[in-house]
């Protein structure tokens, strides 16, 4: 249950957003909750063996499971990469792009959604198994597809350190349109040392948020951001102001985090962690303590997200909880913690920045700059 969070309104209010049409996490968070409630007998299960799934992390982005004698703990993740493909596909067959290096992307982005999370309570990657499914057959066929998507898969592998074992690609006609791929994937990773884990079980009034910028959509928001290329004349076709094409800036592969979040995790203490995902800004207040974020300092809003909401028309409200608007990962840390944490993040090539603190209070993200407030409901 990888995608479990904090199920956050804009205060004062509940519309109907426009990123509901598409994946409506009011719906979605209950039927999360409830197989939470119906498997939660089934966590002692694994004990006959001397493991222990460890309770601390049910709910978080990724969970741990102890060993009896070891010294580490494992770290398990299962995500889904969404509908990201279905922009390749169209980039794809278009004579005005037609590279297969958008499909090398899309192998990136379906590995960096699990190890993403997984890193989030200070896993390490060691294994990684993909799930691809089709309508049937045909997808494989010809043209190099296949061959971008697991260089895109080894990329990653290689990057992050870890292995591809195993993978299993089912052909589903009748519930898998024609012509597409369902991309999902799995991790396993070691928390070494133990005390790597990291669940905000020190995370305190103080504290400090570093935000760690992306490369761009990432995953999350692709339904909205092909119904805005649907509206286009040119689609994705369509050149942003610098002269960029909006469907290549889609594509732009979502960065892996793992390696610098690990070196930090082994030379400063950090309190958090939490990728930007699903529910995007909302995701900051995902820990269970009562604690306001308020954010103090928001940077430059990237071109392609400028782009997607003069064009969807959606208020800033709607923005920082659909899109990551430029901050893929949020680091929260001692203040004693981010000098060091942002030169690792610089070292590894993602710049990062302060955007504010922990407060005790509400459970509430303030993003103060665009008078937004994010409540728990």
Not at 52 to 66: C, D, H, N, Q, V
Not at 176 to 190: E, F, M, Q, R
Not at 263 to 290: C, D, F, V
Not at 309 to 328: C, I, L, R, Y
Request: glycine fraction near 12%.
């Amino acid at each position: 249950m990888g995608g479990q969070g904090p199920i956050a309104q804009i205060a004062g209010t509940k519309p109907k957003s426009a990123y509901a049409e598409f994946v409506d996490y009011g719906k979605l968070d209950p039927v999360k909750r409830e197989a939470l409630d119906l498997f939660g007998p089934t966590l002692r299960n694994p004990e006959r063996l001397g493991v222990r799934i460890i309770p601390e992390t049910l709910g978080e982005s990724a969970i741990a499971i102890a060993l009896d004698g070891a010294s580490y703990h494992l770290a398990f993740n299962v995500e889904g990469l969404g509908t990201k493909v279905l922009i390749a596909d169209v980039m794809h067959a278009d004579p005005r792009g037609g590279k297969l290096s958008y499909f090398e992307g899309v192998g990136v982005d379906n590995v960096a959604m699990s190890t993403n999370d997984l890193a989030s309570i200070g896993g390490d990657p060691i294994v990684y198994g993909d799930l691809i499914s089709t309508h049937n057959s045909d997808w494989f066929e010809g043209d190099g597809k296949t061959g971008a998507l697991f260089r895109g898969f080894r990329n990653a592998a290689d990057r992050l350190g870890m292995g591809i074992p195993c993978g299993e690609t089912p052909s589903l006609k009748g519930i898998i349109i024609p012509g597409t791929l369902d991309l999902a994937g799995a991790s396993v990773g070691l928390i070494n040392p133990k005390s790597n884990l990291t669940v905000g079980q020190n995370l305190a009034e103080g504290d400090v948020m570093v935000g760690m910028a992306s490369s761009g959509m990432h995953a999350n928001g692709a339904s909205l951001a092909r119904k805005v290329a649907g509206e286009l004349p040119d689609g994705y076709f369509t050149q942003l102001p610098s002269g960029k094409l909006f469907g290549e800036e889609l594509l732009v592969p979502t960065t892996l985090y793992t390696r610098p979040l690990i070196e930090m995790l082994g030379s400063t203490p950090i309190s958090y962690l939490q990728p930007i995902t699903g529910h995007a800004w909302k995701k900051i207040m995902r820990n269970r303590k009562p604690f306001t974020y308020e954010v103090e300092f928001v940077p430059e809003v990237p071109e392609l997200f400028r782009f997607l909401q003069e064009k969807s028309k959606v208020p800033d409200a709607e923005a920082f909880a659909t899109w990551n608007m430029g901050v893929g990962y949020v680091a929260m840390m001692p203040r004693a913690s981010v000098d060091t944490a942002i030169g690792i993040s610089e070292k590894h090539g993602i710049k990062a920045f302060e955007l504010g603190s922990v407060k005790r209070g509400e459970k509430a993200v303030k993003i103060k700059p665009k008078d937004i407030v994010y409540q728990d409901d």
